[in-house]
């Protein structure tokens, strides 16, 4: 099969492989789509010790069962696997196993024609699903799954809310989009790039603003959500949480300072820090999308897998408008 490969630091490579062969309990699927996510570029910029190259990234997966049951179904990949016995597992909170694994990080990921997966990690895609819309359902979660935990201690309902969002990739945009769908009274989005912001006001993201030039008034936001996770933005977070706020730190940049625990705890301001997801989660993203309610998401570019490297280099330089890049290995 064809993949594409991190091979090496800022080294992607379209190349053949070994096809992958699925052992009892797996399915074997023919991808029809898969999205690059902000922990492939981690990977290949070398801060990702569990990543390690040669290694097929690429866990934002949809496609086609090819064994099986279930063979011939269009599903979309749920990628964190757990043990499914432990105290977390059995609770409902797969997410926190402490043996979870993600397709793409130290198992083959799906940039590639073909990956291996467990039949139990399959989700049902509907049949009028676009698939680049199917691919974008992990990341959704993830965004589902920190305002979810965000309303758990919100002093008033989100619709009453004025929510600021830290970065305008894929998780902070669908954090937006997901706020807006909710009725969130006020949402603002930063990203320090201009072609980011460019798209962020041209599809009605927020009020978009530059966080190197200018930033809302300090102290006046319920609820602030980092999708970026540097000591930046967390010092960021810290100035625009109001008094009994909340801060939802999505983001895994990097591990800096920045973070004022003093005014945190003189405000009573709660701080979450957000990994992942739910199955329940994964559910009600696709069914957000599908419904319609995050927009007609045309902000998403298509490119195909044997572009991959330029795709990677056009994120890592910045020149990437898309907050979200699909990869098609057909196309």
């Not at 999205?35 to 690429?58: N, Q, T, W």
């Not at 989700?123 to 691919?135: G, I, K, R, Y």
């Amino acid at each position: 099969m064809k993949a594409l490969v991190y091979t090496d630091t800022e080294e992607v490579v379209f190349r053949d492989e070994p096809d992958p062969v699925p052992e009892a309990g797996n399915v074997l699927l023919s991808v029809d789509a898969c999205g690059l996510c902000g922990s492939d570029m981690h990977a290949y910029h070398g801060l990702d010790a569990r990543r390690v190259p040669p290694l097929i990234l690429g866990h934002e997966v949809t496609g086609i069962v090819q064994n099986g049951p279930r063979r011939g179904e269009r599903v979309i990949v749920n990628p964190l696997l757990s043990c499914g016995q432990c105290d977390d597992c059995v609770g409902g909170r797969a997410h926190l196993c402490a043996s979870r694994e993600l397709i793409g990080m130290r198992l083959a990921g799906a940039f590639a024609e073909y990956v291996v997966v467990p039949e139990n990690s399959l989700l049902t895609v509907p049949e009028d699903m676009q698939v680049a819309h199917a691919s974008l359902t992990e990341p959704t979660a993830v965004s589902l799954h920190s305002i979810m935990t965000a309303e758990r201690v919100l002093n008033r309902p989100v619709s009453e809310a004025r929510a600021v969002v830290i970065g305008a990739g894929a998780i902070g945009v669908l954090a937006a989009l997901l706020l807006q769908s909710k009725g969130c009274r006020e949402v603002y989005i930063g990203d320090t790039g201009e072609l980011r912001r460019q798209t962020a006001e041209k599809n009605g993201f927020g009020h978009v603003y530059d966080p190197l030039s200018s930033e809302p008034q300090a102290g006046s936001f319920d609820l602030v959500i980092d999708a970026v996770g540097s000591g930046r933005t967390r010092e960021a977070s810290s100035r625009l949480a109001r008094p009994g706020g909340v801060i939802c730190h999505i983001g895994l940049q990097d591990d800096a300072p920045g973070l004022d625990t003093r005014r945190l705890t003189l405000q009573e301001i709660t701080f979450i820090g957000n990994y992942c997801y739910t199955m329940s989660d994964m559910l009600a993203a696709r069914d957000a999308i599908h419904s319609g309610k995050l927009g007609d998401l045309q902000w998403l570019e298509h490119r195909p897998m044997s572009d991959g490297a330029s795709a990677f280099a056009d994120v890592h330089n910045g020149v990437a408008a898309a907050p979200k890049i699909v990869l098609f290995p057909s196309t």
